[in-house]
């Protein structure tokens, strides 16, 4: 069984929407604006590209990724060259780009539970707020890779949804605090 990880850039109550610039959010680029850069708090980015081996993504992220990651070389090497996955009802194959490698449509959450099923490595989800939410709440996530930003929002895309569920035990496996008042947060869920 494949192990499925999210990871994310949230904010101290939660919002995940446009941390790198996305336009039509008013708190666009949070990430970057204010909070000093610090290359050891995004180490966890490049350990998430050696890991994965596939990565998920909701057919908004994927539209905002598609034009731009495979030209990003460097930055998403990894991501760029492994298969990619997008879960959605409305996405036609005619729909996707051709310069981003193997792609396949996923059209509901069973599919994404049968993909869990295959062989392979890990598959990682990045961005995705509301694909994600969904994950969640069926017990599709097996990780959560999450850098926490030290601001507060306010109104966002959450990365939790708040449908009334049973508890869900969790355990810290990895942490770090950096000067820039950023932490990373990596639990995998007790299942």
């Not at 449509?105 to 392979?120: H, P, Q, W, Y």
């Amino acid at each position: 069984m494949r192990t499925l990880i999210t990871t994310a850039f949230v904010s101290l109550d939660g919002v995940v929407e446009a941390p790198g610039g996305e336009s039509g959010y008013r708190n666009s680029g949070w990430t970057f604006k204010d909070i000093p850069f610090d290359e050891t708090a995004y180490e966890l980015k490049g350990t998430e590209q050696d890991e994965a081996t596939a990565l998920l993504l909701g057919r908004v992220s994927y539209q905002s990724f598609a034009p731009v990651w495979p030209g990003m070389t460097v930055e998403f090497a990894g991501y760029n060259a492994m298969p990619k996955y997008v879960v959605s009802t409305t996405l036609q194959d005619s729909d996707l780009v051709t310069n981003w490698g193997e792609t396949t449509i996923l059209r509901s959450l069973d599919d994404v539970a049968a993909l869990k099923e295959t062989e392979g490595g890990p598959i990682i989800v990045n961005g995705s707020a509301t694909l994600n939410r969904n994950l969640s709440d069926a017990g599709l996530i097996d990780r959560y890779n999450l850098l926490v930003f030290p601001v507060l929002l306010g109104a966002g895309k959450r990365l939790f949804s708040d449908s009334d569920r049973d508890k869900l035990a969790l355990t810290l496996t990895d942490s770090a605090s950096y000067p820039n008042g950023i932490q990373k947060l990596v639990y995998t869920v007790n299942n």
